[in-house]
C-alpha cells in the first residue's frame, strides 16, 4: 500500500470515527452524538466499532447492555423500549475508553429524503427571512447526510445532530423542517429529522443494487445504467454513499419527495417506487413504518387538448403505490405548484400536506376514482371504495369547480 493510500484511511478513520485512535478506541456511528433524538417506543439499535474481542457496555435512562466486538471491530446491541418523550439523557459507552453523549432526547424521529424539492432549503423557501427568526425550537433537532455516490455501502458519513435555531436552519431541508416543526407543535414532542435528500436524484440510485439485479422486472434498467452511468441516478449509488449508513438507526417513518427523475420512465415507476420503499423496511427491520410522499407538482406549460403526459403518467404511479404497501400516504400538490418552475418555492403548504397525510386516519379505505362520465353540464366522480374523504361514492361538480384532496392515505399503524 502507498503512503497516499495509507494517510487516506488514517484521515477516513478520524472523520468518520471523531473519538477513534489508531489504537481502535470504542466508537460510534455519527448518528450518534450531542443533541440526538432516539425514537420512543421501540428497541434502538446503537452500534459503532472497537477493538477486536473487546467487551462494549451502552448505558441510557438506567439501563445497561453489554456485548463483544466482532474479528471485524464491529458490536451492536439494542435499548430497551423507552415509552416516555422527553429528557435530556446522557448515553454512554464504555469499552477501554469512555464516550458519552450528552443532551439526548428520546422523541419522534423521521428520515426526509428524495431529490431537488425535497433538499431545497429553508433559505431558499418562501418567507425565508421570517421562517429562519421563528425557528426557535430547541426540541427540534437536524442532522443532513452529505451527498456521497459510491457503489461500495459505507458504514459511516461526516455530519452531526445541531439544535434548530435560526442560525442552523437555513441550510436544512425545508420540507422536512417544516414537516417536522408541524409535529413537534402538534403533539409537543421532541423532534429529530435526518435529511439525505440529493438533488437530481432518480428513484434507483436509493435502492440496493443487489436487489434490483436480482429482480427480472429491472433488467432493462440496469442494462441501460451500464452504457449511461451518471452519479446521481447510478443505481445504488445513492443507497451505498447516503443511505446504507443510516440504516438500523430507530426512526418512526421516513417522508419522500421525488420523481421529477423518473417521470421519462413513469411506467417502470409503477414497480420501482413499491420496490425501493419495501427495499428500506425490510433492511431497516422495523416493520412497515410509516411512509408518505409528495406527488409531483403542476409543471410545465397548459395544453390546449388532452395529450398524453410523463409527469400524469409519473403522479398516477406514485398513487398507485398506496394500493401495493400499507402505512403509506400521498400529498396532492397539483394546485400549489409553479409552470415554469420545477421548484416551487411554497414548501410550507407542501409540508402541511404531507403532516395530513401522516395524521388523517379518516381516508380508510382510499377512494380511487375509477370513472368520470359527464352528466349534463356536471363531471361525475365514481370511486372503486367508499371513503369518509368524499362521503359518498358519487359527487357531482361543475366542470369549472375545483377538487383537490390535500392528502391520501393507506391507513396502517400510527404513533
Same mark, same amino acid.
Given at each position: 500500500?502507498?503512503?497516499?493510500?495509507?494517510?487516506?484511511?488514517?484521515?477516513?478513520? /478520524?472523520?468518520?470515527?471523531?473519538?477513534?485512535?489508531?489504537?481502535?478506541?470504542?466508537?460510534?456511528?455519527?448518528?450518534?452524538?450531542?443533541?440526538?433524538?432516539?425514537?420512543?417506543?421501540?428497541?434502538?439499535? /446503537?452500534?459503532?466499532?472497537?477493538?477486536?474481542?473487546?467487551?462494549?457496555?451502552?448505558?441510557?435512562?438506567?439501563?445497561?447492555?453489554?456485548?463483544?466486538a466482532g474479528d471485524d471491530g464491529s458490536?451492536?446491541?439494542?435499548?430497551?423500549?423507552?415509552?416516555?418523550? %422527553?429528557?435530556?439523557?446522557?448515553?454512554?459507552?464504555?469499552?477501554?475508553?469512555?464516550?458519552?453523549?450528552?443532551?439526548?432526547?428520546?422523541?419522534?424521529?423521521?428520515?426526509?429524503?428524495?431529490?431537488?424539492?425535497?433538499?431545497?432549503?429553508?433559505?431558499?423557501?418562501?418567507?425565508?427571512?421570517?421562517?429562519?427568526?421563528?425557528?426557535?425550537?430547541?426540541?427540534?433537532?437536524?442532522?443532513?447526510?452529505?451527498?456521497?455516490?459510491?457503489?461500495?455501502?459505507?458504514?459511516?458519513?461526516?455530519?452531526? =445532530?445541531?439544535?434548530? *435555531?435560526?442560525? *442552523?436552519?437555513?441550510?436544512?431541508?425545508?420540507? %422536512?423542517?417544516?414537516?417536522?416543526?408541524?409535529?413537534?407543535? *402538534?403533539?409537543? /414532542?421532541?423532534? %429529530?429529522?435526518?435529511?439525505?435528500? =440529493?438533488?437530481?436524484?432518480?428513484?434507483?440510485?436509493?435502492?440496493?443494487?443487489?436487489?434490483?439485479?436480482?429482480?427480472?422486472?429491472?433488467?432493462?434498467?440496469?442494462?441501460?445504467?451500464?452504457?449511461?452511468?451518471?452519479?446521481?441516478?447510478?443505481?445504488?449509488?445513492?443507497?451505498?454513499?447516503?443511505?446504507?449508513?443510516?440504516?438500523?438507526?430507530?426512526?418512526?417513518?421516513?417522508?419522500?419527495?421525488?420523481?421529477?427523475?423518473?417521470?421519462?420512465?413513469?411506467?417502470?415507476?409503477?414497480?420501482?417506487?413499491p420496490f425501493m420503499i419495501q427495499s428500506?423496511?425490510?433492511?431497516?427491520?422495523?416493520?412497515d413504518f410509516p411512509f408518505y410522499w409528495?406527488?409531483?407538482?403542476?409543471?410545465?406549460?397548459?395544453?390546449?387538448?388532452?395529450?398524453?403526459?410523463?409527469?400524469?403518467?409519473?403522479?398516477?404511479?406514485? *398513487?398507485?403505490?398506496?394500493?401495493?404497501?400499507?402505512?403509506?400516504?400521498?400529498?396532492?400538490?397539483?394546485?400549489?405548484?409553479?409552470?415554469?418552475?420545477?421548484?416551487?418555492?411554497?414548501?410550507?403548504?407542501?409540508?402541511?400536506?404531507?403532516?395530513?397525510?401522516?395524521?388523517?386516519?379518516?381516508?380508510?379505505?382510499?377512494?380511487?376514482?375509477?370513472?368520470?362520465?359527464?352528466?349534463?353540464?356536471?363531471?361525475?366522480?365514481?370511486?372503486?371504495?367508499?371513503?369518509?374523504?368524499? %362521503?359518498?361514492?358519487?359527487?357531482?361538480?361543475?366542470?369549472?369547480?375545483?377538487?383537490?384532496?390535500?392528502?391520501?392515505?393507506?391507513?396502517?399503524?400510527?404513533?
Amino acid at each position: 500500500m502507498s503512503f497516499r493510500c495509507l494517510c487516506a484511511l488514517v484521515v477516513t478513520a /478520524v472523520t468518520f470515527f471523531p473519538s477513534a485512535s489508531i489504537q481502535a478506541a470504542v466508537s460510534l456511528n455519527n448518528l450518534f452524538g450531542d443533541h440526538m433524538v432516539l425514537q420512543q417506543g421501540i428497541r434502538n439499535k /446503537v452500534w459503532g466499532k472497537a477493538k477486536p474481542g473487546e467487551n462494549v457496555t451502552v448505558s441510557l435512562a438506567g439501563q445497561s447492555h453489554s456485548t463483544t466486538a466482532g474479528d471485524d471491530g464491529s458490536w451492536s446491541i439494542h435499548l430497551d423500549a423507552i415509552n416516555e418523550y %422527553g429528557g435530556p439523557h446522557t448515553l454512554t459507552v464504555s469499552g477501554e475508553n469512555t464516550v458519552s453523549f450528552n443532551d439526548v432526547l428520546i422523541g419522534e424521529v423521521w428520515v426526509c429524503s428524495g431529490q431537488s424539492n425535497m433538499q431545497w432549503s429553508i433559505d431558499r423557501a418562501r418567507d425565508a427571512d421570517l421562517e429562519k427568526a421563528a425557528a426557535n425550537f430547541p426540541m427540534i433537532r437536524l442532522i443532513s447526510v452529505p451527498q456521497v455516490g459510491v457503489q461500495e455501502p459505507q458504514d459511516n458519513f461526516n455530519g452531526a =445532530w445541531t439544535t434548530c *435555531t435560526p442560525e *442552523t436552519v437555513g441550510r436544512f431541508s425545508a420540507v %422536512g423542517f417544516l414537516f417536522g416543526r408541524q409535529l413537534h407543535q *402538534t403533539l409537543n /414532542v421532541p423532534v %429529530g429529522l435526518i435529511n439525505n435528500a =440529493w438533488g437530481g436524484s432518480a428513484c434507483e440510485a436509493w435502492i440496493n443494487r443487489q436487489l434490483l439485479a436480482g429482480d427480472e422486472r429491472f433488467k432493462p434498467l440496469l442494462e441501460r445504467w451500464e452504457k449511461v452511468e451518471a452519479d446521481n441516478a447510478r443505481p445504488g449509488n445513492i443507497y451505498c454513499g447516503v443511505l446504507a449508513p443510516t440504516i438500523g438507526y430507530g426512526i418512526r417513518g421516513a417522508i419522500w419527495y421525488q420523481g421529477e427523475s423518473n417521470a421519462s420512465r413513469a411506467m417502470q415507476y409503477r414497480d420501482l417506487f413499491p420496490f425501493m420503499i419495501q427495499s428500506w423496511r425490510n433492511e431497516w427491520g422495523l416493520g412497515d413504518f410509516p411512509f408518505y410522499w409528495v406527488q409531483l407538482a403542476d409543471f410545465r406549460a397548459e395544453q390546449p387538448k388532452p395529450a398524453d403526459s410523463d409527469w400524469a403518467e409519473l403522479r398516477e404511479a406514485q *398513487t398507485m403505490t398506496m394500493d401495493k404497501l400499507p402505512n403509506t400516504g400521498e400529498a396532492v400538490i397539483i394546485d400549489i405548484g409553479e409552470g415554469k418552475d420545477i421548484h416551487p418555492q411554497n414548501k410550507q403548504d407542501v409540508a402541511k400536506r404531507v403532516w395530513r397525510s401522516r395524521a388523517t386516519k379518516l381516508c380508510s379505505p382510499l377512494t380511487m376514482f375509477s370513472q368520470m362520465p359527464t352528466a349534463g353540464d356536471r363531471l361525475m366522480f365514481m370511486s372503486r371504495l367508499a371513503s369518509p374523504l368524499l %362521503g359518498r361514492t358519487r359527487i357531482f361538480f361543475p366542470p369549472r369547480q375545483r377538487f383537490c384532496p390535500t392528502a391520501l392515505s393507506r391507513s396502517g399503524t400510527m404513533p
